[in-house]
């Protein structure tokens, strides 16, 4: 971890840790295991974080929950509690809610300023097919469906990614997430296919009380212009975790200056 990304996180006065100093850090751990961790901080709180490098993932074996193989290059994960009233139904319609995502604002850390995190987002019918629907519904939500969406940023352009069900419950699901296209930035493609995947966990924790646990990971085709990016990845995981919570997203502080 460097000195600056250090810096910017503590300055923040968030719980963060960081498994590259402190080898007593747990691995990630999902909430279909048990306590997760990072572990849910209460509604109210700062969300819990938690970032890995390539050297702490080295001997990693994720679990099955995660559904993912391969070697792991580096991962970051928030996880906190939310109200939400309503079903699971209600909860994966707002997650899926596509047509939204132009609202939601993150952290820009390379540009100091808040920036939508898409521009347009839709489902569509595959890695080059058209859009079909503007969002997706919780019946879209099917264990070992694939649905298929695009998202277009101002920083990346039009990514298309393959949206999978891991399990669902009605009081636990897991949906995995991962680019089929190419990513790239400044003209250089610092992502192949499927080198950047995410799974997304909601615990029902109590009347009216959710659990959000979303974890982030690259791998096999990352590019090395892409490393050292985990303070961009939580600040993305914490734009989606307050607008699933009703929070408005370009609240500050940002997770990471």
Same mark, same amino acid.
């Given at each position: ?27 990630? *751990? ?24 390539? !050297?702490?993932?080295? !001997? ?10 391969? %070697? ?38 390379? *540009? $100091?300023?808040?920036?939508?995190? =898409? ?13 079909? $629907? ?40 897991? =949906? ?58 939580? !600040?993305?995981? %914490? ?5 699933? %919570? ?12």
């Amino acid at each position: 971890m460097t000195a600056f990304l250090r810096s910017i996180l503590v300055a923040a006065a968030l719980p963060v840790f960081f498994c590259s100093v402190a080898a007593q850090v747990p691995e990630p *751990r999902p909430p279909c295991e048990g306590l997760p961790f990072p572990a849910y901080s209460p509604v109210g709180s700062l969300p819990s974080l938690a970032v890995w490098k390539s !050297n702490d993932l080295k !001997n990693w074996r994720p679990s099955s929950c995660f559904g993912w193989s391969g %070697a792991s290059f580096s991962a970051a994960a928030l996880a906190a509690e939310f109200r939400f009233s309503g079903p699971m139904d209600a909860v994966l319609a707002r997650f899926g809610a596509l047509a939204s995502y132009p609202t939601i604002k993150y952290w820009s850390t390379s *540009r $100091k300023q808040w920036r939508a995190l =898409v521009t347009s987002a839709a489902v569509v019918a595959g890695a080059g097919g058209p859009d079909i $629907k503007a969002s997706l519904d919780a019946s879209d939500f099917v264990v070992g469906k694939d649905n298929f969406y695009a998202e277009t940023s101002q920083e990346r352009g039009r990514t298309v990614y393959r949206l999978h069900v891991l399990s669902r419950t009605p009081d636990q699901v897991a =949906v995995a997430s991962e680019n089929v296209t190419p990513i790239a930035a400044f003209g250089l493609t610092i992502f192949d296919p499927s080198a950047l995947q995410s799974v997304t966990f909601f615990d029902k924790r109590g009347p009216d009380l959710w659990g959000f646990y979303s974890i982030v990971r690259t791998s096999a085709g990352t590019s090395r212009f892409a490393s050292g990016n985990e303070a961009s990845y939580l !600040n993305r995981l %914490a734009a989606l975790f307050r607008y699933m %919570a009703g929070i408005p997203t370009d609240t500050e502080p940002p997770i990471a200056r």
